[in-house]
Structure formats: C-alpha cells, structure tokens
C-alpha cells in the first residue's frame, strides 16, 4: 500500500469536508477498499474513517419500512427481527455474500459501492476502461466467464459483484446522501449508471457526497419473498446469476411483482418488463417463464458466458416457483 | 475464488500471476520499512510519513504506540507485538487464515487497519486459553484431530469459538455454512466439523 494520511472525524459534515481533499476516501469497513489498495487498484492519499459517525451505525423503524444507516454492519442487518420478518430476501441475499467474518466487517454504503470482481480490473498490471479510463478492455475479448449480459456497453462488460443490492433494487429503496451541507436522496433504481463509454463512473454520487442511510419502504409482498443464488460453489463465491423476487398473490392471480438480478448486469439489474408480464395472470410456472423470457430478452453474450441466458431464465422461474404465498 | 479455465487460458493467467506475485514480493518489504519506522517512532527515533496514535487491547493487555497508517491489524499483531498465532494466508479476505475476534465479533484482520482500531478489545488465538487450561474448542481440535499441517487451524478456531454465540443453525449443513470463510487447504473439514460440533452440543463454553 501506498502512504496515506488517516482522519476519524466524529461528524458527517467533517467527513465530507475532508472528503474535498483531492485523491481523498471513506473508509467503512475497509473489506473492499483495503482490498483493492493492496493490489494497487486503489491510490488514495487521504482515508477518512467513518467509523465514529454514530449516527450512521442505527436502523431504525420507518413508515411500516426501515431506515438502515450507512454504517449498519452486513451481519447485523441481516438478523435484524424486522427484516427477517417483513423482508426476508434481504436477510438471504446478505447472508448469501461473502463470510460470516467479512459481513461482521461489511457497511451498508460500503456494500452497495463495492467494485467490480472482474480479474482485469483486480490485476493493476492489465489495461482496463474502468480503473484506466481509455485504456482499452481485454475482458470482451478475453475470457468472459463471469462477465455480464444485460447493460453492457463497448467499453466494459464487467458484472457489479453486490447481492444486498439487488434485493434493494427489488425492494425500491432509496438511498439518502449528504455532502457540501446539503442533504438529498437517490431512489437505488437511478443510483447505479450503466458503463456506456464511462464505465470509471458507476454511481450518481458526486465528488465530497457521503452515503448517510438507505430507506426501505414498506412492500406487502416483501413478507413472501426470496433471494436465489448461483455459484460455483455452495458458499462464500460471488454469484454467476442470482433472482431477488417477490409476489403478491390474491386468489391465485398476482397483483404486485418486484424482480432483480445478479450476477448479470453491470448495475444490479431490475426487471421491469418482465414484472409488467407477471401483473394480472396466474401465479404460475408458465407466466413465471414467460417472464423469464422477457427478463433476459436483451441480453448480449460473450465468448464464455453465453450460459448464463439459460441458467437465468432457470434460476428466475425456480425462484419465483418457490415463493410460498402462490395460492 | 475457483474458476473454470481453459488449458491455455489457464497457462496464460498463471503467467500473468506469476507476474503478479513477483510484484507482490514488493510489498512486504515495503511493509517490513513501514513497521520498522513504526518502531522507531516507537522509541522517539525517525518518523513515518503517517503515524498515529494507537491505544488497544489485545488479550487482556493494553498497549498504546504509534502506528503508521498502512499497518494492518494483522500485520501489527504479528509484526509488532510478536503474536504470530494468527496466520496471514492470502491477505485479501479469501482464507480465514488471520480471524481474530474484535469487541466480541470475528473479523479478518488482514482486510482492516491497526489505526482504525484505537479503543477496540481485540483477542486473538493466544488469547482463548486461561493459563495451561486450552479452550474446550482447542481441546476438541486436538481431540478430533481438527487438522494437519495447522496453518489454517487459529483462524478455525477463533471462527469456531465466535460461532458459539452466533445465530446459526444446528445443523452440520449450517455449521459449515457459517464456517465457510475459513478455508482448509488439507482438507480437514470433516473432522473441524465434528470438533465444532462437540463443543456446541456439550455446552462446553
Ligand atoms: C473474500 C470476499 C468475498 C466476498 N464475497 C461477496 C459476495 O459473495 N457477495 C457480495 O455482495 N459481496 C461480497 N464481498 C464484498 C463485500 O460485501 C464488500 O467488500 C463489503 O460489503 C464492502 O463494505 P465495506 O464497509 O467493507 O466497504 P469499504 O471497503 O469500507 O468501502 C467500499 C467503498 O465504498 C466507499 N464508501 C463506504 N462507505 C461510504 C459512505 N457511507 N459514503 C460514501 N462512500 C462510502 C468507500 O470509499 C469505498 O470506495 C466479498 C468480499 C471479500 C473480501
Ligand atoms: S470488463 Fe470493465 S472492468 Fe473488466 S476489464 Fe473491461 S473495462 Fe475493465
Ligand atoms: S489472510 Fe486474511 S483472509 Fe486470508
Ligand atoms: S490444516 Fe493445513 S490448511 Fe488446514
């Protein structure tokens, strides 16, 4: 690692003005950034600890829905009673990710901006559009295998590596930032931008802006729904394909469908036309893969990950088959 | 993390990480710079670019120093205060080999800084016995031969012993989900299980 100056400041507002220094980081959890600054992906020259912000570290209860401070630790949000109870694929899609060590060290923000697994990216040594933008990519021509297939652009296929944040997506959260004195608040459906010919540029979150909290809205469906992972081993590998789903069933006919991917896309990916097919018809196999169809009909492969088309269209209707309120 | 590769593929990827580690050997020896300029500070000789203070409990003892920024809580516990119990395996949070527990909760101290740990209670594989009385769970190791070259075996059972208080299942399944991040390069996982197993049902801690 290269030097770097530390500050633990005890207010956002500090955290924030810190954060204007040039070459400047927050440092949450540090499972992530620390990561990458051992392997020269990352060169700040400034680390601001977030760690003693203490009101970043509280869930509290919300409008029927919960409001989880960016400093939660992944373990904790994960066994929290409320979301076991009202939001169960959040519980499954954390619980999914990494190891109990990792979670017990994980933020909620550092978790939503964790950066891409893609080995080019990883490998400082590699040309890569996202660490080195223009510099070129090797992936789409290299070996692609856990690359993605929905929002790729010319210039990086990489899949964004987060589980948590696909339940969020299905689940509409909203994430609240704060940065220059000035608060605001992002629904996660537009905070995560596709590459196109920036792929360096991944969230709306602008320079100084710190993640303070993220907002789960009250969803009656949410109590029935489900987080399915695929990897390519049963624990601790981040995900080739995973659904986060959730359906409200009244006589058998569905009224409401949330429906998000990962493993797939270069932003966590929701499915809106595919929920749209599932509204107004029965709750059953045959709408579920006709939504399957529409999940993955603008998919765009590479070389080795043409698999993942199928094995999504698999996973989605296994996933939604398997919610418990059908009937 | 396990990939699927090509023969070719494969042969190039291990010439790009041979490449790689041959960097990587940089590292610690800028680490080992690093630590000595800690130590120097340490004793009023030449400073760090960027040190700080650092007061923090390791197995019942407080030490207060300062630090340089980039230590990791790793690397400080072996480098500085000598306990080489805890093991530094792939130093990017792959392994397990560096578990230690921190206010309670087990970590991988390699994927934190010493820095951030000013205040903390941290206790590591040297920290678990009471004098020559080993821990029920190191005692169920040995018992249950719960390895075999060792390297891994600290950060097994300072994951075990946090596990004890954790919500995880009964099941020999759970068990081995909650242990998932502790990886075993003889293969020793099925008597690590039945180790863990033992103390849980006995009530032993
Ligand atoms: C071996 C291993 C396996 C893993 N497997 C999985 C997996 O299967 N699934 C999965 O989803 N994840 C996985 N992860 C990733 C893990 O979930 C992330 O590393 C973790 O969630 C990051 O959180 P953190 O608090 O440690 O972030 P940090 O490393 O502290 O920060 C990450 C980024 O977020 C920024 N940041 C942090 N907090 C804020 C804030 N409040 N406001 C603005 N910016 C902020 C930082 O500047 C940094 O850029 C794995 C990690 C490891 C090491
Ligand atoms: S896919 Fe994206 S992250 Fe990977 S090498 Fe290409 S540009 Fe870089
Ligand atoms: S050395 Fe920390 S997880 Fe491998
Ligand atoms: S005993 Fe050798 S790595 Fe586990």
Partial sequence: MRPFTYAKPSQTSDASKSLKQSNSAIIAGGTNLLDLMKLDVNQPAHLIDINKIAELSQIKNNKGGLLVGALVKNSDLAHNKQVLENFPMLSQAILSGASAQVRNMASTAGNLLQ?????????????????????????????????????????????????????????????????????????ITKFYVLPGAHPEKETVLKDGEIITAVEIPQLAAAKHSRYLKIRDRKSFAFALVSVACALDVKNGVIKEARLALGGVGTIPWRCTEAEKILVGKPA???????????????????????????????????????????? | MRLN?????????????????????????????????????????????????????????????????????????????NLTGTKKGCDLGQCGACTVHVNGRRIKSCLTLAVMHDGDQVTSIEGIASGDDLH??????????????????????????????????????DVRECMSGNLCRCGAYPNILAAIQEVRKGGKH
């Fill in chain 1, 115 to 187: 950066r891409t697994r893609c080995y080019y990216f990883r490998n400082s040594t590699m040309p890569c559009n996202k660490r080195d933008p223009g510099s070129g990519c090797p992936a789409i021509d290299g070996y692609n295998r856990i690359h993605a297939i929905l929002g790729t652009s010319d210039s990086c296929i990489a899949t964004n590596p987060s589980d948590m944040a696909v339940a969020l997506m299905a689940l509409d959260a909203v994430i609240h930032i704060e940065g220059s004195g000035a608060k605001r608040s992002v629904p």
């Fill in chain 1, 284 to 327: 059953k196999k045959e709408t579920f893969k006709l939504a399957a169809e529409a999940a993955v009909k603008s998919a765009v492969t590479h070389k080795h990950n043409k698999f993942k088309v199928e094995l999504c269209k698999r996973t989605i209707v296994k996933a939604l088959s398997a919610l418990e309120n059908l009937a």
């Fill in chain 2, 5 to 81: 590769f090509s023969r070719r593929r494969f042969s190039q990827l291990l010439i790009a990480s041979t490449v790689l580690s041959s960097l990587e050997e940089l590292s610690p020896r800028i680490m080992k710079k690093a630590l000595a300029e800690t130590k120097d500070k340490q004793s009023g000789a030449v400073s760090s670019p960027h040190a700080y203070d650092l007061s923090i409990n390791v197995n019942g003892k407080q030490h207060k120093l300062k630090i340089d920024s980039r230590v990791t809580l790793l690397d400080f516990l072996r480098e500085n205060l």
């Fill in chain 2, 136 to 173: 029920p769970m190191q005692e169920a190791f040995i018992k249950h031969d719960g390895f075999q070259c060792g390297f891994c075996t600290p950060g097994q059972i300072m994951s075990a012993v946090a596990l004890l208080k954790e919500p995880c299942g009964a099941s020999d399944d």
